[in-house]
């Protein structure tokens, strides 16, 4: 038997004691141990919920009680979350967690803890909710050299593009009806300008390099500024917009790099994520062995979510007294300025501009829409993100899209 | 160190060396041990390959060196493979693999032979290629209850469906065309009569449904009756012809069974599978918790199946001495008559059956392509097998697709 304690019972919370419920027996068995949650930390109290009685408000029971061996996390936020995983750690106890904002910011930080101590650190959940990401980062894809990441790794912002693409709406009406189906937070921002997905890149891309990736320090734009003629525009380039999450190592001048930004991008069918649509989210991972690989499912929700997190409790319960191997360095990831990363980008430009246009960009194919008589769109080719805005500067351009083409 | 052994320096044996060569820094740090080949197992010699003098002829000589704690089995078939795997285990070496026939047959055996000898045997490149399915199988779904399973596993097949699709060509020049690129063996059967694909569902249900399932008993239908016609009606339909391997638990009269079949189906834009395209390979996992997960990747190919090869290597030198938990148990998981299996199907006939159609089908819709007067399709209810097959035997039709619809 080994005991538990959830830290939560929101969400996520209250999904990991159904997950451990429903399942319990295969779970049980799978974990060759069986799983019991002792204490559910919250402020609230749950009167007339099965685990009413397992309520308590002060974290130093569960700290305290030799008993629990594992605590789940799923409070979000820094704080208290970074001081009771601290000390739970440091009290010999492995710790599991959705908690991208804390892993973000601390995962090395805790890791190193969690080995000095014994225990795990485990943080399935932290990124593309369900979908199994970070364990295979770790024990299977260990025969790659994994040169780039790139995923749809918000689901909110992704059903408003798939919404806005289905339903030719506009992003203000779909973000409202978002809200009120409980899909985008009342403050959107997190979602909606690419903070939450720039915090999994961080945490995937520092897997996936070995080096930790400052989040801070990547590229973030968001999609509030797409409208439905940037959609229409997509369709008739048959691509879609999707806001994607994106890094690559290279060498520059010798030295090693790593490009990294989150933006709205257009992407070809040719690409596994054209058609991850709604809340659904993917990671795609290309290694120097393996090519691509696309990992795909739920990116939030309750079930999923807790379906990850209690994947993380069974490893910490198959490991317990043993650690698990990491490959997180503390060492910072070189995040360079995309000023020099190479890409094609799709501009719309008024009609008048076409002699500018081929002055700057050169010959060009339009891409004209019947509603739009008084501009017209072209695909850029291939140019670093320095060169393109000199050019667009000087050519007055109306918006850009940046388009992410699959590696050969 | 850890010296390991690779039996067969065919494709995925002269791939394992390349990734243990090319990766050699970064793979012995995942496995915070260096990792060397002592010996390659192959009747041949090869003079001037870099690794000629570790060429043996002998299998004797790898089981009695102390020095070789993990043996590579990539040489296919099931003898002599069986039999060096046996002893191999017997001999406290752990084995990995890349042979679906051998797993398929032997499976909870020889995992069971390796526990008593405290050693694994591991098969990540079983099954698809170099997508990490196995391990996530293992030990990332392991909060869920896995109920179904949908796989294009075949990576063969699935190109010349593709091309069959994307260029209008009929099955025989595809095929022709695709022995003569390498993608098809010169006898075809196992790929294009879903034997394969076969081998590749049975281990994966047994991994999930965690009973073993014996592939002779899975209905097993191939792709060589699928015409360009076929295709223009998929077309019509909005739809993709996949060669799919699927497998699903349910409850018939209060008794678990499992229904599980190889067959071409149509599938819809309403799954991620519509879009793997080529020689891609994807795996589709429901649990009850997470929902439906994806993983996508090359299905076949020296480097990618090598890739998941030595991430098994690298496992077996994480684990030394302590065995990895299997939910393969050797009980028989129950594959009942597929006859009581319902879904949809999409049906040809001649014109002239109108009527009859209509008395067994009640009101259908017609589908009709320009170029075939004398015939139409439609599309079903939900019917099982057996009431299929009776309506269509009275009717007298031209051929069925089965369709897949994808669980709510």
Redesign the interface.
């Known amino acids: 038997m080994t005991k538990i304690a959830v830290l939560g019972y929101g969400t996520v919370g209250s999904g990991v004691a159904e997950?451990l419920t429903?399942?319990a027996k295969?779970?049980n068995?799978?974990?060759?141990e069986e799983i019991e949650i002792k204490y559910i930390l919250d402020l609230r109290d749950f009167p007339g919920d099965p685990n009413e009685k397992k309520v308590v408000h002060d974290f130093d029971i569960i700290l305290k009680d030799p008993e629990v061996r594992i605590v789940v996390e799923v409070m979000g936020g820094l704080h208290p979350a970074y001081d009771f995983t601290k000390a739970a750690l440091e009290a010999g106890k492995s710790v599991c967690t959705s908690n991208k904002e804390l892993v973000a910011e601390h995962g090395p930080e805790l890791i190193s803890i969690a080995h000095a101590n014994n225990v795990n650190y485990l943080f399935?959940a932290s990124c593309g909710g369900?979908?199994?990401i970070i364990?295979?980062l770790n024990?299977?894809?260990?025969?790659?050299?994994v040169d780039e990441i790139t995923g749809i790794l918000n689901g909110t912002t992704n059903y408003i593009l798939t919404e806005m693409t289905q339903k030719g709406l506009k992003y203000e009406d779909v973000l409202k009806d978002a809200q009120e189906r409980g899909y985008a937070e009342r403050n959107p921002e997190a979602d909606v300008e690419g903070y939450d997905a720039v915090r999994k890149l961080a945490i995937l891309s520092s897997l996936a390099y070995?080096r930790t990736a400052d989040y801070k320090k990547i590229y973030t734009e968001g999609i509030t500024k797409i409208t439905p003629d940037d959609i229409d525009y997509a369709k008739a380039l048959g691509m879609e917009i999707k806001l994607l999450a994106t890094s690559r190592k290279t060498i520059v001048d010798g030295v090693k790099h790593c490009y990294a930004l989150v933006s709205p991008f257009l992407i070809g069918?040719d690409t596994?994520l054209?058609?991850?649509n709604g809340v659904?989210n993917?990671i795609l991972v290309h290694?120097?062995?393996?090519?691509?690989?696309?990992?795909?499912?739920?990116g939030a929700?309750s079930?999923?979510t807790?379906?990850?997190?209690?994947?993380d409790?069974?490893?910490e319960v198959?490991h317990l007294g043993r650690t698990l191997?990491f490959?997180w360095n503390p060492a910072q990831l070189d995040i360079a300025s995309i000023e020099n990363d190479k890409r094609r980008f799709f501009v719309r430009v008024s009609a008048d501009k076409a002699d500018t246009v081929k002055a700057e960009f050169g010959e060009v194919k339009k891409v004209e829409l019947a509603n739009l008589k008084n501009e017209f769109g072209f695909v850029t080719e291939q140019l670093s993100e320095k060169e393109f805005n000199e050019k667009a500067e000087k050519v007055g351009i109306i918006s850009r899209i940046r388009i992410k083409d699959m590696a050969e």
Do not use: H
């Open positions: 997950v429903r399942n295969l779970i068995n799978k974990a060759k399935e369900g979908i199994p364990r295979p024990s299977s894809l260990t025969a790659d050299d070995a069918q596994p054209y058609s991850v659904y993917a290694g120097n062995m393996l090519g691509y690989a696309m990992f795909y499912g739920a929700g079930l999923p807790a379906s990850a997190v209690v994947s409790v069974v490893d198959r191997v490959n």
